[in-house]
């Protein structure tokens, strides 16, 4: 697991259900790579993983601060 996600992982607490966080985490990073894949078909970007890992601890990182469920820190 790369550093980035790791710390998102633990930087985050699960309230009671660990099955939250990781359904919650697994929909983003979804979400990301669907998004980056469209990105790179239709505005001609270059694949780039690093890109995805990013976007996705930001994103995740935004969620913790909104206090949304599974993404408490």
Known sequence: MSRAANGL?????YSKNLLILNCSLRILIAWKLWEHQNDCVFNNASPCAFLIVRTVEEEGNLRCAAGAQGFRR
């Not at 992982?9 to 607490?13: M, R, S």
Request: charged share 0%; proline share 0%; aromatic share 0%.
């Open 9 to 13: 992982l633990t930087g985050c607490l």
